[in-house]
């Protein structure tokens, strides 16, 4: 699987570790900044990563800011794109399953980097189950048309 990553300034130090967890689980990983711990806005690196899920350059994306909140909101603003914000295991696992959440965002002021490895595991390793769900995340989509 192709992901996208992106994060700010306060994610910076994170963000390695999850690429090399990515990368050790084998999946390519496109990087889309930032590369330092320099002050920066979320939001562009929220637009970015959204982008190249929306346009399939990446089949999902990964989003790391201080809290998770502020940069899964932005990405939130890009039809298409279901991001959450997650502080455990369970709440990934579902959000793939039941919302087919397509971006997963955590806060590196949050949890740390063992506990976000085990919230992407369980993300990335969790399927969209359809069924009962499909309508809900169609009403969903319907919102973003308005």
Not at 37 to 55: F, I, N
Not at 82 to 95: E, G, I, N, Q
Not at 113 to 136: D, N, V
């Amino acid at each position: 699987m192709k992901l996208a990553i992106g994060c700010d300034h306060v994610g910076w130090e994170l963000k390695p570790a999850i690429i090399e967890f990515l990368e050790e689980m084998g999946h390519s990983v496109q990087d889309f900044g930032t590369t330092s711990d320099l002050r920066v806005d979320y939001p562009k690196y929220a637009q970015a990563v959204s982008e190249a899920v929306v346009s399939k350059e990446c089949d999902l994306g990964i989003l790391i800011c201080g809290t998770g909140v502020g940069i899964s909101i932005a990405a939130n603003k890009i039809a298409g794109i279901r991001a959450v914000v997650c502080s455990d295991p369970y709440s990934a696992k579902l959000s793939r399953e039941h919302n087919n959440t397509n971006i997963l965002a955590f806060g590196s002021r949050v949890i740390g980097s063992e506990l976000a490895k085990m919230i992407t595991k369980e993300w990335l390793e969790a399927a969209y189950e359809g069924g009962r769900h499909q309508k809900r995340v169609e009403q969903i989509a319907a919102i973003e048309k308005l």
